[in-house]
């Protein structure tokens, strides 16, 4: 473990990280006014390195993770910092997001229906990836899709490479879009909710896929779910957003067996995660609802919902700092947490218990 150097930076990887996000905002532009989606977020993903984004919908998962991937739409106004492997993303110019994107990021999203095209076989649509990016002939994309579809576990792909995304289970699209994104090689991966539309065993092998490029290949995942169950299936690290904000980061063990940002505790007791609901299937919900951001912009923005709220809350944002782990005293940069009144641990420190 790191110790702290300054506090409210990120969890920092002991090699230079493959992506750094610095003081992230973006707000749009609507009919209505500008809506604040993300505020200084702060985040590090180091090589091969697999973290889970969680939060309820509205949270700014999508925005922040789009944002990463220089996706956002026109309306969107971004501030802070992107650095993939050194190349600043937020304010770069087109054709360096061009090049950027499918060879050092790529992005897979929630609905592949949406984002195959229905009259292109996936052999087609995988090869133009890498006859674009990769310059290959016509012929050799078409065998590198072949390779492509077998690496993320496509029976027959040599057949399949000539189906139109109709012709596939929802399972196997999601797949034909993983081997889409990894055709170049890149960097990160950005997967949002790549599993939620998909049953329990389809989910499985989805993530197992991920596994595979990340062990094979070394790719770096951000994964984007409202599925704790998935986070602790395969995150490294895990980083929980509430109201366009980082409420808590920390390693997924360390997340799960001691949560401290309140909003983490409520949501894991709203989860039907394995071991957190010995003896009861009913599954307690969080109260309230997420706040607009641009509301209560100097407050902890879960005060309204919070069982530990007091005046200090109401009054000033608490900034994303390390916690100390149970049975120490020095904090570590691993376990993060907004929060002015931690939940207690088995051996909290005193001035950490709630008011
Ligand atoms: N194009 C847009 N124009 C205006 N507001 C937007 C736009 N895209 C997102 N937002 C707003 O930004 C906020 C964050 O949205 P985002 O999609 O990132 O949430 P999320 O946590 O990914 O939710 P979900 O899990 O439902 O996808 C929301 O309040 C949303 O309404």
Wanted: charged residues 20%; proline residues 8%; neutral net charge.
């Amino acid at each position: 473990m790191t110790t702290v150097e300054a506090a409210g930076t990120p969890a920092t990887a002991v090699t230079a990280p493959v992506l750094e996000v610095r003081d992230l905002s973006v707000s749009f532009t609507t009919e209505g006014g500008t809506v604040s989606a993300v505020d200084r977020v702060n985040l590090d993903l180091a090589s091969g390195e697999i973290v889970g984004m969680v939060g309820e919908s509205g949270c700014g998962k999508s925005v922040t993770a789009m944002s990463i991937a220089g996706l956002l739409p026109d309306s969107a106004r971004t501030t802070g910092s992107v650095r993939l492997r050194g190349t600043e993303l937020v304010g770069a110019r087109e054709s360096v997001l061009r090049r950027v994107r499918g060879k050092e990021i790529a992005y897979i999203f929630q609905e592949p229906m949406t984002s195959l095209n229905p009259v292109l076989t996936v052999g087609r649509q995988i090869g133009e990836v890498l006859q674009v990016h990769e310059r290959m002939s016509r012929r050799a994309a078409r065998a590198r899709a072949v390779e492509l579809l077998a690496l993320v576990g496509i029976p027959s792909p040599a057949a399949r490479v000539d189906n139109y995304p109709h012709q596939l289970s929802g399972g196997m699209r999601q797949r034909v879009m993983i081997a889409m994104a990894v055709a170049c090689g890149p960097k990160v991966l950005v997967a949002d909710e790549p599993t939620t539309a998909l049953d329990v065993t389809v989910q499985a092998g989805i993530l197992q896929v991920l596994r595979d490029m990340r062990d094979r290949l070394g790719t770096t995942i951000l994964i984007i779910t409202h599925d704790l169950g998935v986070i602790a299936d395969i995150a490294d690290r895990v980083l929980v957003m509430y109201a366009g904000r980082v409420a808590e980061q920390a390693p997924v063990t360390d997340l799960f067996a001691h949560p401290r940002h309140r909003y983490t505790a409520g949501l894991l007791s709203a989860s039907p995660t394995p071991g957190r609901h010995a003896g009861t299937d009913r599954l307690s919900e969080i109260p309230g609802l997420v706040p607009v951001l641009s509301t209560q912009p100097d407050a902890c923005t879960f005060a309204d919902r919070c069982p530990a709220v007091d005046e200090r809350c109401r009054e000033a944002a608490p900034p994303l700092e390390p916690v100390r782990p149970p049975g120490t005293t020095a904090a570590t940069t691993d376990h993060l947490a907004a929060c002015w009144h931690p939940c207690p641990t088995p051996r909290t420190q005193p001035e950490e218990t709630s008011p």
